[in-house]
């Protein structure tokens, strides 16, 4: 939300009071081949729409055409990576011949013509947008896409097919923006009801919609503008120009955000990590194409910027499982690691490494035993030792160098039986006392810092493209605020050190 | 309801100073028509989901704000067209407020009762100390409504409200900001006392200056605020605004259909309020 002028404000009124809607749909002849396959193999698999062989087999295609089909780019651009699908999928597929032989056919032969599309280095959608532009010439044209993380690209894209100043946004981004004169929306309406952006065609921004899409995917009904269940509305009807409408395919996990690539992103951060280092975490979409990974857990408390709170109390740390589309995050951007340790570590001085070598002492020792004789092994143990909170989400928090000492002494000292350390019990937990005195500290000093830079910054940057930096003073190192765009519904586990830290990912 | 009362608005269009557009005129008359919204033991519960949120929430406290405002009441021979105005702001008084009634030099504090419609025309009812007393629409222009509560409390981002009420976007006619209207008590200085509205943040704690306002209507500027302090002042007309942009909108839409689901009335009932070209307007009954 971002202060916008009354003559801007008009335009939108005026927008959507004469708003014309057109359908240019493309067809082309090796993505018409892709399309009746799959859908020939999708109908012969019905039955077997459970399976998660299939389910998971016939995603990688899916995924896929949904990309062709919303993404005005060359076929053959890397960024729609249909060779790395099709080489999945041929992976994924090939026990067909001896599980499913009768399908096995199908199968090859979609991954036949997603091969052929991709060497046909076809770009129908954008041949549309650029052909249109001739007849829709205006001052200011954009192009809006359904997907995560393309709209750079294709603007670049279009920009040099069209030799034009054309923008290519999200629907977030189009929402800051002043009125088009002419709109091209990529893809099928329901693509962008089912991610909360039906107002694209509710409130439009532009008084010139014009819907490009594969034959088939511009004729759907578009969503109504009546919102309440009892209301009076003086919203005006749009102008379609051909309302047909069209058989519904299944698009069960088409338009969704393709989750895939989390796999990899998980692996990548695991190589090679002890299991005691591993937190159950969710990944997290976030403005301008990244991504980071965030503590699933109640427990944890992520610092978000709360724009709509008063200047007292803009920055609010929450559980992170209450973070969802729209939270704005503040996550570490520059100087790695953890802020709140850093500045712990500054406040500590002299006394800082002795206390850090205590820390690693203890969560090495305890770590060392988690991949010896297991959680639940640990957890025994520690219960014998007279812990009465260990558990398994308790022991991960105990590994984690966030945890300085647990909450209750007896727990600490069961984990000093556990691991050699009962004659230096007191010690440690002193210790481990001034360490966590220095943290808090630490987060009150952060706090204030940064409650007065989201005081003072600029926060156009992050209104109008989902993303702002900070600096901290006082050796906090740089801060970037984004706007979360979807999370992850799956739990992975990830090494404590990757939690918070962004990095770039489409989807 | 009232009748609604129109401020002469401008704004800076195309570099040509213009009054504001026909849409946003209709949110200073939807505001106008909502605050004190009453009937009976109910209170206007009303939502317009919008294209943009832009002055939206602003212009309708505009409107709520001139329609609250008392008019300049000629003391010793006040119109007809006056006195009828007064007399309405009166009726629509919640029972307890306090007013000043002026009797010779001499004024001194009551509080209204209701209104007697028993008789041959209808009777304000101030109780006073040890006495009540009634006045006909005549007589009504010795009531005074200074000091009393807020017309409009707005429940939204402070610093979005703040460039659309102080900024120079859009001024009234002798080119003062909406601030000049509205006289917010966020942005008072600390002496004056001439507060008409507020502002409260979506998100935190009620600030001590607000925990006993009685508003004449609340205006939530999106969800996040309308989630947070719906519990809050059932007591108070509402006007929520919801921004069909928002990733919120749905939410907001739900809130409101659980509200609907729990109205006073039936829609036959319904408050007759004038939608803003290019939004959607729910209204009803709730009770207080």
Same mark, same amino acid.
């Given at each position: 939300v971002k202060f916008i002028p009354l003559e801007e404000a008009a335009d939108v009124y005026v927008s959507g009071s004469a708003c014309e809607v057109h359908r240019i749909g493309v067809q082309a002849a090796a993505a018409s081949t892709l399309f009746e396959r799959l859908r020939d193999l999708e109908r012969a698999v019905s039955d077997l729409r459970a399976d998660e062989y299939w389910t998971t087999g016939l995603r990688y295609f899916r995924r896929r055409r949904y990309f062709i089909q919303s993404t005005p780019l060359n076929?053959? *651009?890397?960024?729609?990576?249909?060779?790395?699908?099709?080489?999945?999928? =041929?992976?994924?597929?090939s026990t067909c011949g001896s599980l499913y032989p009768e399908h096995a056919d199908g199968v090859e032969q979609v991954c036949d013509a997603l091969m052929d599309l991709l060497m046909s280095r076809i770009d129908p959608l954008s041949d549309a947008v650029v052909e249109a532009l001739a007849t829709y010439d205006r001052d200011r044209v954009g192009v809006v896409v359904p997907t995560f993380g393309f709209d750079k690209l294709v603007q670049r894209h279009l920009r040099l097919r069209a030799e034009s100043e054309i923008d290519a946004v999200t629907p977030r981004d189009l929402a800051m923006r002043r009125p088009y004169d002419v709109l091209f929306v990529i893809g099928r309406p329901w693509w962008y009801v089912g991610k909360r952006w039906g107002w694209v065609y509710t409130a439009p921004r532009a008084s010139a919609l014009v819907m490009v899409g594969y034959e088939g995917n511009v004729r759907d009904r578009l969503p109504s503008a009546k919102a309440f269940g009892e209301s009076v509305t003086a919203v005006a009807p749009v102008h379609d120009d051909a309302l047909v409408e069209a058989e519904l395919e299944d698009v069960s996990d088409e338009a969704g955000v393709d989750w895939s690539f989390m796999s990899g992103e998980v692996a990548r951060r695991a190589v090679g990590v002890s299991t005691a280092d591993l937190v159950d975490a969710r990944l997290y979409l976030l403005?301008?194409?990244?991504?980071?990974?965030?503590?699933?857990?109640?427990?944890?408390?992520?610092?978000?910027?709360?724009? *709509?709170a008063s200047e007292e109390g803009r920055v609010v740390y929450v559980p992170a499982p209450e973070i969802g589309p729209g939270s704005i995050v503040l996550l570490r951007s520059e100087g790695g690691g953890d802020l709140i340790v850093a500045v712990a570590d500054a406040i500590l001085g002299t006394a800082a490494d002795p206390l850090r070598a205590l820390q690693e002492a203890?969560?090495? @020792? !305890? =770590?060392?035993?988690? *991949? %010896? @004789?297991?959680?639940?092994?640990?957890?025994?143990?520690?219960?014998?030792?007279?812990?009465? @909170?260990?558990?398994?989400?308790?022991?991960?928090?105990?590994?984690?160098?966030?945890?300085?000492?647990?909450d209750d002494e007896q727990d600490f000292l069961a984990i000093m039986r556990a691991?050699?350390? %009962?004659? %230096?019990?007191?010690?440690?937990?002193?210790?481990?006392?001034? !360490? *966590? @005195?220095?943290h808090r500290r630490a987060g009150r000093e952060i706090r204030e810092q940064l409650e007065e830079q989201a005081r003072t910054a600029d926060l156009t940057a992050l209104e109008e493209e989902g993303r702002a930096d900070f600096s901290l003073p006082q050796g906090g190192g740089a801060l970037t605020a984004f706007r979360v765009e979807e999370v992850s519904p799956e739990v992975v586990a990830v090494p404590y050190q990757h939690l918070g830290d962004p990095f770039e990912a489409r989807a | 309801m009232g009748k609604p009362v129109v401020v002469e608005l401008w704004y800076a269009g195309n &570099?040509?100073?213009?009054r504001i557009p026909a849409w946003a005129e209709a949110f200073v008359r939807l505001g106008a028509s909502a605050a004190g919204a009453f009937q009976d033991r109910e209170r206007l519960v009303a939502a317009a989901a919008v294209p943009t949120r832009a002055y939206a929430a602003t212009l309708v406290g505009v409107g709520a704000v001139a329609a609250r405002t008392p008019a300049a009441l000629d003391d010793e021979k006040p119109s007809t067209e006056a006195l009828e105005s007064h007399f309405r702001l009166l009726s629509s008084?919640?029972?307890?407020?306090?007013v000043t009634v002026r009797s010779g030099r001499t004024k001194n504090v009551g509080t209204f009762e209701g209104v007697e419609s028993s008789g041959r025309e209808p009777l304000v009812v101030i109780k006073q100390k040890g006495f009540r007393q009634m006045f006909p629409k005549s007589g009504c222009h010795n009531i005074s409504l200074r000091g009393r509560s807020l017309s409009c409390l707005f429940v939204g981002r402070v610093n979005i409200f703040e460039a659309e009420m102080t900024g120079s976007d859009v001024v009234t006619r002798d080119s003062m900001p909406l601030d000049s209207v #509205?006289?917010?008590? &966020?942005?008072?200085?600390?002496?004056?006392?001439? +507060? &008409?509205?507020? +502002? #409260?943040?979506?998100?935190?704690?009620?600030?001590?200056? #607000?925990?006993?306002?009685?508003?004449? #209507?609340?205006?939530?500027?999106?969800?996040?605020?309308?989630?947070?302090? &719906?519990?809050?002042w059932r007591n108070a007309p509402w006007l929520v605004i919801l921004d069909r942009t928002s990733v919120h909108f749905d939410e907001g839409v739900q809130l409101i259909e659980e509200e609907f689901a729990e109205r006073a009335s039936e829609q036959e009932d319904a408050p007759a309020l004038e939608p803003p070209p290019g939004t959607e307007l729910t209204a009803f009954w709730s009770s207080r």
């Open positions: 076929v053959s *651009d890397p960024a729609l990576e249909l060779l790395a699908y099709v080489a999945r999928a =041929r992976d994924h597929f403005a301008t194409g990244c991504a980071a990974f965030l503590a699933a857990s109640e427990e944890s408390r992520v610092p978000t910027l709360e724009p *709509d203890w969560k090495s @020792r !305890l =770590r060392a035993l988690v *991949d %010896e @004789r297991g959680v639940a092994g640990v957890v025994a143990e520690l219960k014998l030792h007279g812990s009465s @909170r260990a558990n398994r989400s308790n022991l991960a928090n105990w590994c984690s160098p966030r945890s300085l000492r647990t691991i050699g350390l %009962e004659g %230096e019990a007191a010690k440690y937990w002193t210790a481990m006392g001034r !360490l *966590d @005195r220095a | &570099r040509v100073r213009r008084l919640r029972p307890g407020t306090t #509205l006289k917010v008590g &966020r942005f008072a200085a600390r002496r004056d006392h001439d +507060i &008409r509205s507020d +502002i #409260l943040p979506a998100a935190g704690d009620v600030p001590a200056r #607000l925990r006993e306002a009685q508003p004449d #209507l609340i205006v939530f500027d999106g969800t996040a605020g309308f989630r947070h302090w &719906r519990e809050n």
